[in-house]
């Protein structure tokens, strides 16, 4: 991947390094890929108790290929959660934990603020956020597609040149892997966490995080922009 940092330059690992150690710690959504999950990067950093929830049911290959990595890592005892993580915050006496990690999942859901307001029901501390952004310009054969700072672009919606402009510029850094924006996807349905739903620029995450409830901390870019990390308090923070 293009611009991909190492772990002394991805966000995710600098804020997680700040505040993580001898906590309990969860990872939500980390099996995809398998390859980008932080359970091992916690446990490096001193974490004292490690979780991962993902909605992937259990005996998923995802859970298989986790626990091997996990193996080969030596990392010792991850408690697994098979679940979706909203309807885990929603229900009652949700699990706490001092640290979550969420990254690549708020741009899949189609109701990112819900998701927002789950995590931070799970949050004692510190959230650490990442998703994908929007550009504040997209170039096609039309023009300039100029993005507000304060907007969230909804991909259902977007269609001829507008779509051509943003589709373009995320078909050269993932492919079809754009489910709904660089591959076609024909039905919408609000229970398919497949495709991509949202694309906010930094302002609107930063806005919808704190419409949440949560403080930010800190926060920083990688993938050459494309994406956001953002450290987030779960309570206020001191001058």
């Not at 030596?74 to 309807?87: A, E, H, K, L």
Request: aromatic residues 8%; negative net charge.
């Amino acid at each position: 991947m293009a611009g991909a940092p190492t772990q002394e330059t991805d966000p995710r690992d600098v804020f997680l390094a700040k505040v993580v150690g001898g906590r309990s710690f969860a990872e939500v959504g980390g099996l995809w890929g398998t390859v980008n999950e932080r359970i091992s990067v916690a446990h490096r950093l001193g974490a004292g108790s490690l979780t991962m929830i993902d909605a992937a049911p259990a005996g998923d290959l995802g859970w298989t290929a986790f626990e091997e990595r996990m193996r080969k890592f030596g990392v010792p005892v991850v408690t697994c959660m098979s679940s979706d993580v909203i309807r885990l915050a929603e229900a009652p006496d949700p699990p706490l934990f001092d640290v979550v990690h969420c990254s690549g999942v708020l741009y899949h859901v189609p109701e990112p603020l819900r998701l927002l307001l789950a995590l931070k029901r799970l949050t004692r501390e510190h959230l650490v956020l990442t998703s994908v952004v929007a550009r504040s310009e997209y170039p096609h054969a039309a023009g300039l597609l100029r993005v507000p700072e304060a907007a969230c672009l909804f991909l259902p919606a977007l269609e001829g040149a507008e779509k051509e402009a943003v589709g373009g510029h995320w078909k050269g850094l993932v492919g079809d892997g754009a489910v709904g924006l660089t591959k076609e996807n024909r039905t919408w349905r609000v229970e398919d966490f497949g495709p991509w739903w949202w694309l906010p620029t930094p302002q609107a995450l930063r806005a919808l995080c704190q419409s949440a409830g949560f403080h930010l901390v800190e926060e920083g870019e990688f993938w050459e922009g494309n994406a956001w990390t953002l450290l987030l308090s779960a309570r206020p923070t001191v001058p």
